[in-house]
């Protein structure tokens, strides 16, 4: 079994930062790329930012210069450190790595089960 744990979210006023971490455990032979997804109420799921296992990055339009995307390999970790946060960046963030198992040869997405980040203006 594979585990994804977000922690990090909650409660800023709008121009605050705060720090996600994303820690995959388990049963994991390699992780490729892992990254952050968010969904705000009423709207669907959307990426934010992601990195490669060799630290290229890409972010969303919406918070590029604002956000940073990094990992730590050895603890199979990932963060997105989140700064002159906006109202609009309220919403439930995910983490996702694309990863194999010790007991299967398929990459397959996995899923953190959410943290909630809420920027009040």
């Known amino acids: 079994q594979v585990q994804l744990v977000e922690s990090g979210g909650g409660l800023v006023q709008a121009g605050g930062s705060l720090t996600l971490s994303c820690a995959a455990s388990g049963s994991i032979f390699s992780i490729s790329t892992m990254g952050w997804y968010r969904q705000a109420p009423g709207k669907q799921r959307e990426p934010v930012a992601a990195?490669?296992?060799?630290?290229?990055?890409n972010y969303a339009d919406s918070v590029q210069g604002r956000f940073t995307i990094s990992r730590d390999n050895a603890k199979n970790t990932v963060y997105l450190q989140m700064n002159s946060l906006k109202p609009e960046d309220t919403a439930v963030h995910y983490c996702n790595a694309q990863l194999r198992t010790t007991y299967s040869s398929i990459w397959s997405n996995y899923w953190g089960q959410g943290t909630q980040v809420t920027i009040s203006s």
């Open positions: 990195i490669t296992s060799g630290g290229s990055t």
